[in-house]
Structures are given as structure tokens and as C-alpha cells.
């Protein structure tokens, strides 16, 4: 009995510490009064003028905008190269691997400062950059998520697909793209996901013109804290949530047998 | 005689550097159940996908029902494939898998349903249309495999050790179904494998490789009884390989012992192996025996005692239905007839496997 009190007491401090910021946070976005420690009552008034103002909704476009796009590009990018990698000899494949895991490890402060140093040799910052950016931090993510299910779906059912009078063609759309197609879309998610976490390379990348709505929130909050940012971080916590959800549905759907 | 269907000619393949096929020449005849048996690394899976069209050979021929198909696709071929591991596409039902092929070739639903019908009633798996891959075991999955090839009617059924996976009754049931199915079908079976037991069940030829290399080219009797080299006596089953003296026509000197044979044309006083299996050597009284010896184990194998007897320096292996206890001392007799001579082994790949001692 007293081990397993303990053991809820433990499991509960734990889910406290993790959560307990967020549901701060969530709960200062519906207080009617800009202390953070006083309960003024509840109100919607922080996201109406969240929603009211334009610079906010810009950001918001803006970072929809980017998270689709980089997530669609880099998911098209990195399924291809997936393929490229299983095709090629082990000895490369685990160059290829490492070289992809490189950018996945590496500080993200370091990426977006070394690509700003790269861009602004070429171009302006502004959307394309930060578009760029995220397609290639984005990359890795799906070459991780789709490259384990062409592992899965063997060579030999291609070949048995060619076997049974299928062209290269069809025998990729109708056997090998069915059985990745879970891990592009994993890919997908959490490319999505990645893109709307993203503070530093965009903010290192993005130049002066535009903001996401992570950048947004930062700036908005060196000039003093304001009540609209708890409901803009809060809308932010829960598109986040939905993501993973998907991602996570996604994962146990797939691996049920289906009879 | 039936015609040649498909005919290798100077096959030499080579991956990375390392060469896997020599100038191998092999023909195929029609209805033929060929086998290709060896070791792993023999070349035998190469060859068969050489055949299939999923490797290309660096130099030769594939010819096929009179015309070249070296550079031809595999999906331009006439001919079917059962994989090692089956390849049944997961994502699929039954039904599905086996009309993936009648499909691309553009059949009517009703010429379809009526195939799917008539293969699963050949590989005695009616009614699983609707059901699942996954649900399957693994000697299913192989008759699904089966059935998926032969309902696009090839002339020719390739079968890349398809029973590999799977354990020893099943296997043995599934020999004597790939037999019916042969012969129901009336279609060329190339079958590899690399177990001797399943080859001379099934086969009408048998084709033994080694190292890139065919050693020897026969009915099953041919291969067993009269192997040509110690590869490929040692490989076809247990036996003594024993070195020997041809004295002259149809006398060999073993272990300073004469013993007549039926062998001619080896020369005189020529070094030469002799193999004589298991089953030929007669145990007697000593008196009776052309050497002497002692039993040295003495093992129950279910049809047979297997016994060791040491005679003259050498472990002669025996396989009786007669019990020899250990130390009891026996004569050794082996009928002419069954004694096979065979020449000295000229390279690496004709001599036996230093393991199997």
C-alpha cells in the first residue's frame, strides 16, 4: 500500500512539474486583469485582441504559411531521398544516415546563425529564407520517418511486383508507395510540428520584414509582458497538441493488425 | 525428348569484384522439374535470378523458347517467381495478391474470379479470398505465393528455396504438393535449393554447383549413385570417400585392401577417390569380411543403426538395420557393383567439405 501511494505520489509530482507551467499559462489567458497572480475573472478579451490585431494575424498567416509549405516541400524532398538511401550499398547508406543525423543534433542556434551567414551572402532574409531554412532542418524528420517502412516493406515484393508483369512504375505506386505512405505522412506531422516549434532559425533567418508567430511572441515580450501573449502561446500549446495527436493516432492505427 | 526451353550460355557473372558465376552453360527442357542444388554462395540463387531477369549477366545468353531475353525486363518475361520469403504484398488481401498479375494484364472480372477460385482449390486453400495476409502462417503464405504465379499461367515457374522457411513435416508435405502441382500444371519447375533431400524428392534433373561452378548434371539416381567428384558425393548424402589405388580396369586398392569394382578406363596405378555409402557396407562375421575392424559407436537412428567401425586406419561410416555393440569386432564386405570411383579432384570446388569429415 505505502510503495504504491508512493508511486502515484512520485508519478504525480512528475506530470505537476511538466504541466503545471503550461496550465499557468493556459489559465492567465483567461484572466480579466494583466497581474500574474491575481484571479480578475474570466474573459475571452485577450483573444479578441489577439484576433483584432493585424500584426498578430500577419504572423499567424505568415507561420501557417511556412509550416505547410516546408513541411509539404521537405516531405516530398525527404521521401526521395529515403529512396535514393535504401537503394544504395550499406557503406553508404550510413554516410548518408550520419550526414542527415548531423543537422538533427546539431544546436539550433548554430544552424540558424550559420545558414543566416549563408543567406545573407546571396540573398535578402525574408520569407524564402526562412522557408529554406525549414525545409532543410525538416528534411531529416522524414527521411527518419519514411526510410524504417521501406526497410519494413521488403525489396523482394518489388521485385515480386516486377515479376508478376508490373512496369518500375506501377510496381512503386501500387506496392512500395501503400507501405511507406504511414511513415510519409509521420513525416509529414512532424515536419508541421518542427516548423511551428521553431524559434531560433527563423529568427535568425527571417530578417527584419516578417515575423512567426514564435518570433512574434519574443519581441512582443522584450517590450513587456502582455496578457495577448498567454492567449497567442496558448493557441500556439494547442495546434502543437492536435499535431501530435494525429501523429501519435496515426502510429497505433497502423500497427494493429487489421483482420 | 522434349525441346530445350531456356538455354544459359557462358553465364559469368561477377559482384563486387568477386565472381559468383564462371562460363556457366545449362538448358532447360520443357516440363522439365529442374533443381539447382549447393551450397549457400554456390551461385545457384544467381543463376536463378539471372533466368528471372532481376540480375544481368556480365558476360553470355539467356535464351528463352528460341529468342534472347539477356536485356529483357523482368516484368517482359514469361515466367513467375516464388520468393525465399514469399513477397506477398502485405497491404493486400489473398484475392488481391493473386489477381495483381491477371490485373496488369488487363483480364475480365469474371476470367479473374474465376482464376483466384481455381488457384486457391490448387494449393487446397478455398474460401481465404477476403482473408488477410497476416493471418496467414507461413507454409499458407508459401501456397499463396504459389498461387499468385502460376494464375498467370507462365511457361515457366522459377522457386528460390520456397520452403526454406519453414519447419521439416510441413516442408515434406509441401514437396509432395509442389510435385502434384507439376505435374497438374504440365509447366517447367526451376527449383533452388540447398538441401539434398528436398532435390532428389522432386526433381527430374538435378544440377549440383559449387563455387560458381556445375559440377554435375543428372537424374537424382545419377547424382546419388554415381557422383562424379567428392563435392558432390559429399554433399548428395553421407558417405566414405577413401583414398584409393586404381590398379587396373575394375580392380581398386582401399587401405592396402584389393577390392574388384565395375569401374573402367581410370589407367593403371592411378591415385583416385572411392565413395562408398553408408548403406553399401555389409557388416559380417571377421572371418567373412575383406578387412577387419572394431565398432566404435553405435548410434539408433529410428530405420537404421548408424555405426562407426575402425578398420585399416580409416572410420568406415555404416548404416544398418543390424545391432553391432561398441567393441564387438566385425568383417567389412562391399559388393563390386556398389563401389564408385572417381577421379582426383582438380580444384577447390570438386573436392568434398573439409567440415563434414
Known amino acids: ?259 | 525428348m522434349s525441346k530445350r526451353l531456356i538455354d544459359l550460355q557462358h553465364i559469368t557473372k561477377s559482384f563486387d569484384g568477386q565472381m559468383v558465376l564462371d562460363d556457366l552453360n545449362l538448358y532447360i527442357r520443357e516440363n522439365e522439374f529442374l533443381t539447382l542444388l549447393g551450397p549457400s554462395g554456390c551461385g545457384k540463387t544467381t543463376t536463378l535470378r539471372i533466368i528471372g531477369g532481376f540480375e544481368t549477366p556480365d558476360e553470355g545468353t539467356v535464351i528463352f523458347d528460341g529468342k534472347d531475353i539477356t536485356k529483357l525486363a523482368p516484368n517482359e518475361r514469361q515466367l513467375n517467381t516464388v520468393f525465399q520469403k514469399y513477397a506477398l504484398f502485405p497491404h493486400m488481401s489473398i484475392a488481391e495478391n493473386i489477381a495483381f498479375g491477371l490485373k496488369i494484364r488487363k483480364k475480365s472480372k469474371a476470367y479473374i474470379e474465376d482464376k483466384i477460385k481455381y488457384a486457391l482449390k490448387l494449393v487446397n486453400l478455398d474460401g481465404f479470398e477476403k482473408r488477410s495476409i497476416n493471418s496467414l502462417s507461413g507454409g499458407q503464405q508459401q501456397r499463396i505465393a504459389i498461387a499468385r504465379a502460376i494464375v498467370n499461367e507462365p511457361k515457366v515457374l522459377l522457386l528460390d528455396e520456397p520452403l526454406g522457411a519453414l519447419d521439416l513435416k510441413l516442408r515434406q508435405d509441401m514437396q509432395y504438393e509442389l510435385i502434384r502441382l507439376k505435374n497438374e500444371l504440365g509447366i517447367t519447375f526451376v527449383y533452388v535449393t540447398h538441401d539434398q533431400e528436398e532435390a532428389l524428392t522432386m526433381s527430374d534433373t538435378i544440377v549440383v554447383m559449387n563455387q560458381g561452378y556445375i559440377q554435375q548434371v543428372g537424374t537424382p539416381q545419377d547424382i546419388y549413385n554415381e557422383p562424379i567428384n567428392a563435392f558432390v558425393a559429399d554433399f548428395i548424402g553421407e558417405s566414405n570417400i577413401i583414398n584409393g589405388t586404381m590398379i587396373e580396369d575394375r580392380l581398386v586398392k582401399i587401405l592396402d585392401v584389393k577390392f574388384p569394382c565395375v569401374d573402367e578406363g581410370f589407367g593403371t596405378n592411378t591415385p583416385v577417390d572411392v565413395v562408398i555409402r553408408p548403406e553399401d557396407v555389409v557388416l559380417v562375421s571377421p572371418e567373412q569380411g575383406m578387412l577387419e575392424g572394431d565398432v566404435t559407436s553405435l548410434i539408433f537412428k529410428g530405420v537404421h543403426w548408424e555405426i562407426e567401425v575402425l578398420a585399416n586406419g580409416y572410420e568406415w561410416l555404416v548404416q544398418t538395420t543390424q545391432m553391432h555393440p561398441v567393441g564387438s569386432h566385425v568383417g567389412i564386405l562391399v559388393d563390386p557393383f556398389n563401389i564408385q570411383i572417381m577421379n582426383k579432384p582438380e580444384s577447390n570446388d570438386e573436392k568434398a567439405v573439409e567440415s563434414d569429415a
Open chain 1, 1 to 259: 500500500m505505502v510503495r504504491k501511494s508512493a508511486e502515484r505520489i512520485y508519478l504525480f509530482l512528475i506530470f505537476l512539474f511538466l504541466y503545471l507551467p503550461i496550465v499557468v499559462l493556459i489559465v492567465l489567458s483567461f484572466n480579466n486583469s494583466k497581474s500574474k497572480v491575481h484571479w480578475g475573472g474570466f474573459t475571452l478579451n485577450w483573444y479578441k485582441r489577439l484576433f483584432s490585431s493585424s500584426s498578430i494575424m500577419e504572423a499567424f498567416y505568415t507561420t501557417i504559411f511556412i509550416t505547410l509549405a516546408s513541411a509539404l516541400i521537405a516531405t516530398l524532398l525527404g521521401t526521395l531521398a529515403a529512396l535514393g538511401i535504401d537503394a544504395m550499398k550499406k557503406r553508404g547508406q550510413a554516410v548518408m544516415l550520419g550526414a542527415t543525423n548531423i543537422p538533427l543534433l546539431n544546436a539550433d542556434i548554430v544552424t540558424g546563425i550559420s545558414m543566416m551567414l549563408l543567406f545573407v551572402r546571396f540573398t535578402r532574409l525574408g520569407m524564402n529564407t526562412v522557408l529554406i531554412a525549414h525545409i532543410t532542418f525538416n528534411i531529416p524528420y522524414v527521411i527518419l520517418n519514411v526510410l524504417p517502412k521501406l526497410k519494413q516493406s521488403s525489396r523482394t515484393t518489388y521485385e515480386a511486383a516486377l515479376d508478376l508483369g508490373a512496369t518500375p512504375l506501377y510496381a512503386f505506386s501500387k506496392i512500395i508507395w501503400p507501405q511507406i505512405l504511414p511513415g510519409v505522412l509521420s513525416g509529414f506531422l512532424m515536419s508541421m510540428t518542427m516548423s511551428l516549434d521553431d524559434f531560433s532559425v527563423t529568427y535568425f533567418t527571417k530578417g527584419t520584414g516578417i515575423n512567426t508567430l514564435s518570433t512574434m511572441i519574443y519581441t512582443e515580450m522584450r517590450k513587456g509582458i502582455r496578457p495577448e501573449m498567454y492567449a497567442l502561446s496558448t493557441i500556439l500549446f494547442l495546434i502543437a497538441l492536435i499535431l501530435l495527436l494525429f501523429l501519435n493516432y496515426g502510429k497505433t492505427a497502423h500497427k494493429e493488425p487489421h483482420h
